[in-house]
């Protein structure tokens, strides 16, 4: 783990979180390389552990049975996490590229991508096939076949190409699936027909015959056709066409063949094989580039070995040591293949052939004890120790630094405060030179022109509004972390109702080395003009210093006419209450900080962040909006009792409408809240008959700190309806109306709670 304590003196960035790359982040978890700052860049947030996925097919498993949760162990190992896909590599510049986010910089690198099967040369393939991986997408794929499977009627036929391991497990786990589902549903399980086609003379070639003769006698008993020496050439919607053979009709078709590697590394330079696997030496590094190392599937050693995740959990320790060893200058260990390893391979119903060698057995037992293995293996990777303070732990680790970098750290314990904090000029100049911060005709001076301070103008008739927000960052990602701070502030501007104009940045950067810091500072930058261009706001300036920890805000100008100025006293009675976003993004992140949630949660809570309040603020002022505010800090309850306190009217909320982030109901639930909310909770006060609804267990969530937190705003009664569906349409998928507004009636308190919804339309 890269402890608080030590300056970044190497990045190593892991691609791919396949199952190599699960063992590597445990095991620097648990013996962390001080100076060494890990990076994790995955597509997909979970993992699914191959030895169960078939079972999860068939329905023995749940998602998260067999899924590892890459956010929390990327935590539990101090590695930043991008969720994102890598499609280039530049191995003179150490840099990968990263579509929709700045390149990423690289002193090691290792790729544990995996594979997938190979659609490309076959016509029709990657239209009508579904192919097993990526693996999201076929999950994705697999539940709509389903449906589709179940709302047929008469024959419904699937052809599996690919007659592996891989293909003849997943055959049999949906047949196993689709057939109980139509038995339960009182349909005809019999109406389900598999055929199951392979190029070669036989299925699972690389299995000794006594597997593939018990194989072929459950293919048979469960009524599966066995298509041998059928290289299918071409797949149609309703058919598949082999060589030389008469074509198989079919209703779907899963793609199971062999595996194929991406472009990218080859294009790039490195050593690969003719089908793009990259070619590394036994201790997982590259032929031609000993800062690089892959493993898994994408891997090709010396001594080849099958496509098969029991090699890449194998490779995981010894891939793991070897960069811990690249990374401080030691000799590299070697990786020793097993030439048999038993192979467990299940029939789809809670039974298993075990495959070793020329050896094999079956057994319902088999399955149990392959259950046991595949359940013991997941424990490993979420079941993670609890978080505990940060030891002490050495400043660098031995034979991290070179002697230009430890002359470069000697002057960090040096470093001043005041304005000798302030980011060096050369690194601010190398960032400026890289961003591109916009102009506009009333930004008289800007960054284009850079000067002692911006100077702006205010066209005639306009006013200018002005916020400003700055916090610390809670996480790591400096990209997305801009993105989210430039949204927060610019939120403000927005429930004024006004355009943004322009911006000055304000951040802090932790101390470390110049290249290290100006990475930081680039990330970050970019993503808050990621969000600043689109809203045509241009950046006009700034401040950056060096600090302990990352901390990023953004004073923010907007224009807006006089007339046209919401403020949150405008609220009518009779107006629906409209929230644009969802809540929860307090007590989620405070169960981050704990690894207490799951990835997705957390994905899904920096998506809601990341979406700009812009067009809800165009499309709430289309319906006729008489006030507004942005929900963050003190909440929804802070917010809305702010607005009635200021337009001097009551509001009834009605609890269950108010749209919450997927995991947010759960981390309250189970007690954890934002540091915050103690000090929001005071305002309870404003809330009538408290006794009846402080027990529902939403209700905590009024009183959740939000972070770039939608808009709320009072809408006309008649046009709520239409304003969120507008609202909807333009991705604002959870807005609702949450509420009404009412004349001040008797009682001290203005707000009143309805537990459920009123029922009406929305
Ligand atoms: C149906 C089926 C059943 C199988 N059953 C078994 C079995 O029982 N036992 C067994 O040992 N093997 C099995 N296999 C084979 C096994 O799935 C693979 O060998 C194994 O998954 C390879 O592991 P890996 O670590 O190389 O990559 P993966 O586990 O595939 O992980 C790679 C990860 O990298 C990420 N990624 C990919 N590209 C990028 C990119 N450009 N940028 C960032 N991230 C990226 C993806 O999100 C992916 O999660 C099965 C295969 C199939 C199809």
């Known amino acids: 783990m890269q402890s608080a304590n030590s300056p970044v003196v190497k990045d190593l960035v892991l691609v791919g979180g396949g199952h190599a790359h699960v063992a590597v982040l445990r095991r620097l978890a648990m013996r962390p390389v001080p100076g060494l700052r890990l990076t994790l860049i995955a597509r997909d947030l979970h993992t699914p552990y191959s030895g169960m996925l078939p079972g999860y097919v068939a329905g023995h498993y749940g998602y998260d049975d067999c899924h590892i949760d890459l956010r929390p162990l990327a935590q539990f190992a101090g590695a930043r996490l991008y969720h994102a896909e890598v499609d280039g590599l530049d191995l003179a510049g150490q840099t990968l590229r990263v579509p929709g986010r700045p390149p990423v910089t690289f002193d090691l690198l290792s790729i544990n991508t995996g594979s997938r099967p190979c659609t490309l040369n076959v016509p029709g393939a990657a239209e009508h096939a579904i192919p097993v991986k990526p693996i999201d997408g076929f999950l994705v794929r697999w539940e709509a076949l389903t449906r589709r499977c179940l709302a047929s009627r008469g024959p419904f036929r699937i052809g599996v190409v690919g007659g592996g391991a891989g293909g003849v497990e997943l055959a049999l786990a949906v047949l196993y699936r689709l057939r109980r589902l139509l038995g339960e549903g009182g349909d005809d399980p019999g109406r389900v027909h598999l055929a199951l086609l392979t190029q070669g003379p036989e299925i699972l070639p690389s299995h000794s015959p006594g597997v593939r003769a018990r194989f072929l006698r459950v293919l048979r008993e469960r009524g599966v056709e066995v298509l041998t020496d059928h290289r299918v050439i071409e797949v149609a919607a309703d058919a598949l066409r082999a060589e030389g053979q008469e074509s198989v009709p079919v209703d779907a078709v899963l793609w199971v063949t062999n595996a194929s590697a991406p472009a990218w590394p080859g294009e ?39 496509k098969s995740g029991v090699f890449a959990v194998r490779q995981g320790p010894v891939l793991a040591d070897n960069l811990r060893r690249a990374a401080t200058g030691r000799g590299l260990r070697r990786y020793r293949p097993q030439r048999r390893f038993l192979g467990l391979i299940s029939t789809g119903d809670r039974y ?15 399955w149990q004890a392959k259950d046991w293995i595949d359940r013991r293996f997941m424990r490993r990777f979420n079941d993670l120790p609890p978080m505990s303070a940060d030891k002490a732990a050495p400043a660098l680790a031995a034979g991290i630094a070179d002697q230009e970098a430890i002359r470069e750290l000697s002057t960090l314990a040096m470093r001043c405060g005041g304005c000798g904090a302030k980011v060096g000029s050369s690194v601010l100049t190398r960032v400026m030179q890289r961003l591109a911060a916009g102009t506009r005709a009333d930004v008289l001076v800007g960054l284009d022109a850079p000067d002692d301070a911006a100077v702006l103008a205010v066209p005639p008739g306009k006013l200018l509004v002005q916020s400003v927000d700055y916090f610390r960052a809670f996480i790591d990602d400096a990209y997305v972390f801009g993105q989210i701070a430039a949204n927060h502030a610019l939120g403000d501007v927005f429930a004024m109702g006004a355009e943004p104009q322009s911006a000055l940045a304000i951040a802090t950067v932790p101390y470390g080395r110049e290249r290290v810091v100006e990475q930081a500072l680039y990330e970050l930058m970019s993503g808050a003009l990621a969000v600043l261009a ?19 805000g953004l004073a923010v100008n907007g224009l807006v006419d006089p007339d046209a100025v919401w403020r949150k ?4 009675p009779g107006d629906r209450l409209v929230l644009t976003k969802p809540v929860g993004t307090g007590t989620l992140f405070a169960a981050d900080m704990r690894r207490l949630t799951k990835g997705r949660w957390i994905d899904a809570a920096i998506a809601s962040m990341i979406l700009s309040n812009h067009a809800a603020a165009v499309c709430l002022r289309r319906h006729g909006a008489s006030a507004c505010t942005d929900v963050t800090g003190f909440g ?3 917010h809305l009792v702010e607005m009635t306190r200021a337009s001097g009217v009551d509001a009834v909320l009605e609890l269950e409408a108010i749209p919450l982030l997927e ?6 639930a189970a007690g954890i809240l934002s540091s915050l909310q103690p000090q929001n909770l005071r305002l309870r006060r404003a809330v ?19 972070t770039a937190g939608g808009l709320l705003a009072g809408v006309p009664a008649d046009r709520a309806d239409a304003c969120v569906a507008e609202l909807r349409t333009l991705g604002y998928l959870d807005a609702g109306a949450i509420g009404r507004v009412e004349a001040t009636g008797e009682t001290a308190e203005p707000i009143a709670i309805v537990i459920g919804t009123t029922g009406g339309p929305l």
């Open 352 to 366: 298993a052939v075990a495959s070793r060698g020329g050896w094999s057995l079956e057994g319902a037992w088999l």
């Open 636 to 638: 929804l309850l802070g």
């Open 663 to 668: 995991g947010a109901a759960e981390t309250v």
């Open 569 to 572: 006293g405008g609220l009518k």
């Open 268 to 306: 790039a330079g490195l050593a690969v094989t003719d089908e793009g696997f990259v070619r590394v030496d036994d201790h997982l590094q590259s032929v031609s580039h000993p800062g690089v190392f892959a493993a898994g599937d994408l891997a090709a050693l010396p001594d080849p070995r099958p």
């Open 688 to 706: 009538r008959d408290l006794e009846q609804v402080a027990r529902h267990p939403w209700f905590p969530l009024l009183f959740d700190p939000q």
């Open 534 to 552: 689109p809203t045509g706001a241009v950046l006009a300036g700034g401040h950056t210093s060096e600090g302990a920890e990352l901390a990023f």
